[in-house]
């Protein structure tokens, strides 16, 4: 089970639904949603949990890059 705000490593398999999404999955096949990944296909990048979702498929978890995270993190602390 993943939470938010946990950092994992995942590839980027193919693009998502949103034109800017990026699609990778874990081992048991759950799906990784990746915002503006879409450039980053067929390759490993470091993502942070912005929420997870159940539904009757199974799991989604949904992310952000880390390094978009961490520049979003500089701008509030600046502000």
């Given at each position: ?6 950092s994992?490593?995942?590839f ?7 034109s ?38 199974g ?21």
């Amino acid at each position: 089970m993943v939470l938010p705000g946990e950092s994992m490593n995942v590839f980027i398999l193919k693009e998502g639904k949103e034109s800017y999404q990026g699609v990778a999955y874990l081992e048991d096949g759950t799906m990784v949603v990746v915002d503006n990944a879409r450039k980053l296909i067929n390759k490993n990048v470091d993502v942070v949990v912005t929420s997870v979702l159940q539904t009757t498929a199974g799991r989604m978890i949904f992310t952000k890059l880390k390094e978009e995270m961490d520049r979003e993190e500089l701008k509030m602390a600046k502000h």
